[in-house]
């Protein structure tokens, strides 16, 4: 629901239910454009997402559970790096403060036995992650409370199809976020082609 109503997340193209993996549940999501760049917008607007699963736990069932284990890490990680690779945080300003690097054999990331910035700015990092990832969680919280009828309609249709595509959503809680931008996009062409076709139009005199 969160990717359905929040500007920049990707598409919403198949929800499901049915476990895959380590998975209780999968959201597949399609950008509209290839990415070679993500804004700082857009960024925030995934970890709402990501952080939603666990928000809609707590307004339902007052408690939280262990399956939102790799949302809460995939979160973590990307919070981080915003502070720490991307300088995305006001506090720290434009700094780059790597902590690991991507090993040329192995593929993964081995920790640095010295680190390049003091135990006060780790603190500092570790201070800033954690605001921006409660951010996202308060903003998850509020978009799920604005709009209960719709996770409602949402929860008890998976519970009957298991798994629901675009068009099935759009049907039952109305257009996304992109389908409405979609709409814009075509009316504004419209509207600019029909000036277009105004302004060739030879200007007809009055006679007298």
């Not at 290839?34 to 700082?40: E, G, M, P, V």
């Amino acid at each position: 629901m969160i990717a359905w109503l929040v500007p920049g997340c990707d598409r919403v193209h198949k929800v499901t239910i049915v476990p895959r993996g380590r998975a209780l549940g999968v959201t597949q999501l399609v950008p509209d454009e290839d990415r070679h760049n993500i804004s700082q917008r857009d960024i925030r607007s995934r970890l709402v997402m990501l952080l939603a699963g666990r928000a809609a736990e707590k307004l339902h069932f007052d408690e939280y559970s262990a399956g939102a284990e790799n949302d809460l890490k995939e979160a973590t990680k990307l919070a981080r790096r915003m502070v720490t690779h991307w300088g995305m945080s006001e506090r720290l300003g434009p700094v780059a403060l790597h902590t690991s690097e991507d090993h040329p054999f192995f593929g993964r990331e081995m920790t640095h036995v010295h680190r390049q910035f003091s135990d006060h700015t780790a603190q500092l990092i570790d201070e800033e992650v954690a605001k921006i990832l409660h951010a996202a969680e308060d903003r998850a919280k509020q978009t799920l409370n604005e709009h209960p009828d719709m996770l409602t309609t949402l929860a008890e249709a998976l519970i009957k199809d298991e798994v629901l595509d675009e068009d099935q959503i759009d049907q039952l809680i109305g257009p996304s976020i992109h389908q409405r931008a979609d709409t814009e996009r075509v009316a504004e062409v419209n509207r600019t082609e029909a000036a277009k076709v105004a302004a060739l139009q030879p200007v007809q005199r009055k006679s007298r």
